[in-house]
T-cell receptor, first 115, second 113 residues
Framework: AQKVTQAQTEISVVEKEDVTLDCVYETRDTTYYLFWYKQPPSGELVFLIRRNSFDEQNEISGRYSWNFQKSTSSFNFTITASQVVDSAVYFC????????????FGAGTRLFVKA | EPEVTQTPSHQVTQMGQEVILRCVPISNHLYFYWYRQILGQKVEFLVSFYNNEISEKSEIFDDQFSVERPDGSNFTLKIRSTKLEDSAMYFCASIISSYNEQFFGPGTRLTVL
């Protein structure tokens, strides 16, 4: 069965600090996708990144970076030099080939960035 | 850029009433999904739809729920007799094929009084 665990319920940082959001997943599939979504207070889901199971290369996009490690089934997300606008709930998610590619979300991590 | 749209953005209804939530997926997409997010909780899968039939549904998706693609462009979620616990944000999503990214709509916030 597929499962996504985000152990950090809430994180509070001061602006300009770096912050890492953890994500651990479980799957028996060899073909799967991992995602991160941002949910601001307005409620919509903002897509941040998708990685497939065959591509373990880490990725950097501006202040955002992602570390995908199959050996530890983790897909962690780091925000460098955090800003107040980064305050939101962040969801890690997984979709599997055997699951019809429906998306299974983690419980989310609420990030507060204080000025 | 193509996007998934949902209407209404917010619906308020009385307990026991029927509601229909509407979604317009991206035009060439073939797989459609509904998800639910109770306030403060995680996003949960409800149902997937492909080739005019349900391909998978979760335990949440009981007999009170139904989905339909009535005209080749809209994708609807109907709740026959709403309960207080149906209050949630409902997201529609679509993908062009099973190996692609899901595009999520902005959501419909349903409030049952």
């Amino acid at each position: 069965a597929q499962k996504v665990t985000q152990a950090q319920t809430e994180i509070s940082v001061v602006e300009k600090e770096d912050v890492t959001l953890d994500c651990v997943y479980e799957t028996r599939d060899t073909t799967y996708y991992l995602f991160w979504y941002k949910q601001p207070p307005s409620g919509e889901l903002v897509f941040l990144i998708r990685r497939n199971s065959f591509d373990e290369q880490n990725e950097i996009s501006g202040r955002y970076s992602w570390n995908f490690q199959k050996s530890t089934s983790s897909f962690n997300f780091t925000i460098t030099a955090s800003q107040v606008v980064d305050s939101a709930v962040y969801f890690c998610a997984l979709s599997e080939a055997s699951g019809g590619f429906k998306t299974i979300f983690g419980a989310g991590t609420r990030l507060f960035v204080k000025a | 850029e193509p996007e998934v749209t949902q209407t209404p953005s917010h619906q308020v209804t009385q307990m026991g009433q029927e509601v229909i939530l509407r979604c317009v997926p991206i035009s060439n997409h073939l797989y459609f999904y509904w998800y639910r997010q109770i306030l403060g909780q995680k996003v949960e899968f409800l149902v997937s739809f492909y080739n005019n039939e349900i391909s998978e549904k979760s335990e949440i998706f009981d007999d009170q729920f139904s989905v339909e693609r009535p005209d080749g462009s809209n994708f609807t979620l109907k709740i026959r007799s709403t309960k207080l616990e149906d209050s949630a944000m409902y997201f529609c999503a679509s993908i062009i094929s099973s190996y692609n990214e899901q595009f999520f709509g902005p959501g419909t916030r349903l409030t049952v009084l």
